[in-house]
């Protein structure tokens, strides 16, 4: 869908954020309300976006144009979407797995397991984070997790 | 350090387990000084939560001492004598930032089991099972607090230990109730359950100018509880019909804010779908029931119980013919709390009674088995990791 129109996608890689940038546009914003690009094909769900609202303005959710490191650990494998969230709800970012798209190394599986969306979720729900409280929520080490008796 | 934990269906154990570490910048450690037990256990410690795990620890209700402290908090120090919020928030998201923290976006570390039971993610809990939050409970020497300056809560001077504890969990559920239940001056409140929240609840619909509060429960000792600290009337539902008793005491009428705070009966029944097994299957709400069908036309009705799934038979016509208005949260405590602890200062609000059992944490087992069968009139039991096993 890039250059479909209004906006462009938000490409996989810094280089191409970077080139955002210099031609005067820090984020490419859908117009609020407009609909995601549909998937190509028939069938809908593969292609089905996954989107967070974030309670921040774009330019806080992508600072400077970048993928923050949750997003751009997917790199080409995923289509990154903006646009603003109605009612000064903030931005809403969606992502989706690109079909036929090569995935990093390791994260293959995860983008056409039993739920691809699952891997995309989650980038999306520690963006957000990384957003709204700076930085990404660990949960508590299990005792499993570790050795029992290690130090304070 | 020592810690209360789950081992098997009703079976809890104090095992060693490792001390928890700060994870991220907002974060405290605090060595805790009392823990509460809470309803909200009881189906834990019955086993009937899926993903509870042998090891975990329970207890979600805390006050202690600050002893580390991550490089991004600002409002704590070591030294810090605070209760802790049982519900984790993040404090700067939209639903922290229109007082719904026990909605938060950013509470818990692994939402999916959320999303899967209730369509999103909801703030996080101590003692849950790691798939439902990941943070380990109170029952313990040590726990760690994330996002410490919205959740953690400095003990103004005066407030004892014994008093601020109950600024956890019950205090804020009970405000909550009543405030989001619109409780107004002049009006008539019922709250079902006489326990800690059900008291507390029944106390700030006084404080908020409620004219009468009626409290209802089968418990004697916790309904003399409700008149003396509350200044409440009681029903006992033993003895009394209790739609019929609330509609000859509020003229007619019924009364304008009905207040659950018992939770549910479970009906023995095993999970009858997917969905179920994510939930815990069907529960009985008498007490909603008969909350819907006592309330006045127009009136509200809030629930405080520790609904987890589905309800069956509930009185959906009486909703619609009487245009109520029905409610129900998990306690937003971070938008309470500090003004708890002011009228705890001011003695307008007491807690310490319901801590009517004090055991050292070694005899955790007991303290829950006193609880659960209400044996003794117990209505809180508090665990305490200073007391010797001996003590209590
Ligand atoms: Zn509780
Ligand atoms: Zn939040």
Not at chain 1, 121 to 137: H, M
């Amino acid at each position: 869908m890039a250059g479909r129109g209004r906006m462009g996608r938000l490409a996989g890689t810094a280089g191409v954020a970077l080139a955002l940038a210099t031609a005067g546009r820090v984020l490419a914003v859908r117009r609020r309300g407009s609909a995601w690009p549909r998937a190509a094909g028939a069938d809908p769900r593969p292609g089905r976006w996954q989107v967070v609202t974030v309670d921040r303005a774009p330019g806080e959710v992508l600072p400077g144009g970048r993928w923050p490191e949750p997003l751009r650990r997917l790199g080409a494998a995923v289509q990154v979407e903006l646009r603003p969230a109605p009612g000064c709800r903030g931005t809403e970012l969606a992502a989706r797995p690109v079909p036929g798209a090569a995935a990093p190394a390791g994260l293959a599986a995860h983008l056409v397991g039993d739920d691809p969306g699952l891997l995309v979720r989650r980038a999306l729900r520690e963006t957000k984070q990384l957003a709204e409280t700076g930085e990404v929520l660990r949960a508590d080490r299990w005792p499993a997790d570790r050795a029992p008796g290690s130090p304070r | 350090m020592r810690a209360l934990c789950w081992v098997g269906a009703g079976e809890l154990a104090v095992r060693q387990v490792p001390d928890p570490e700060l994870r991220n910048g907002h974060d405290v450690i605090v060595r805790v000084r009392q823990s509460a037990t809470c309803g909200g256990d009881l189906p834990l410690l019955a086993g009937r939560v899926p993903f509870l795990a042998v090891g975990d620890v329970l207890g979600h209700e805390f006050l202690g001492e600050v002893v580390e402290v991550g490089p991004q908090v600002r409002r704590h120090r070591i030294g810090d004598r605070v209760v802790v919020c049982a519900s984790v928030a993040c404090g700067s998201c939209w639903y922290c930032r229109r007082d719904l923290p026990s909605c938060c976006d950013n509470g818990s570390a692994d939402p999916a089991v959320a999303e899967a039971a209730w369509g999103h993610p909801t703030g996080g809990a101590f003692g849950q099972p790691r798939a439902m939050g990941g943070f380990a409970g109170s029952h313990a020497e040590y726990v760690r607090v994330p996002y410490a300056d919205v959740g953690a809560f400095t003990v103004p001077e005066p407030v004892s230990d014994d008093r601020a504890l109950f600024a956890s969990d019950a205090a804020p559920a009970g405000w909550m109730g009543a405030d989001l239940g619109q409780v107004r001056p002049g009006d008539v409140v019922a709250v079902w359950g006489a326990g800690a929240v059900g008291q507390l609840a029944a106390r700030a619909a006084r404080l908020l100018g409620a004219e009468r509060v009626i409290v209802v429960d089968a418990e004697e000792e916790r309904l003399r509880m409700a008149e003396r600290h509350a200044g409440a009337e009681t029903i006992d539902h033993r003895f009394a019909d209790v739609t019929a008793e609330l509609r000859e005491r509020t003229g007619g009428r019924g009364a304008d804010v009905c207040v659950e705070a018992v939770g549910a009966a479970w009906n023995g029944h095993g999970p009858r779908s997917l969905a179920e097994r994510f939930s815990g299957g069907a529960e009985r709400p008498a007490a909603v029931r008969e909350a819907v069908h006592a309330c006045r036309k127009g009136g509200s009705v809030f629930l405080l119980g520790e609904f987890t799934g589905f309800v069956d038979s509930f009185p959906l016509g009486a909703v619609t013919n009487k245009g109520l208005t029905v409610r129900g949260a998990r306690q937003h405590g971070q938008r309470y709390i500090p003004m708890l602890l002011e009228r705890m200062a001011r003695d307008e609000l007491r807690t310490e009674h319901l801590a009517t059992h004090r055991l050292p944490l070694e005899r955790g087992a007991q303290a829950y088995a006193l609880f659960r069968d209400r044996a003794d009139g117990c209505v809180r039991a508090v665990l305490s990791p200073d007391l010797r096993p001996a003590d209590g």
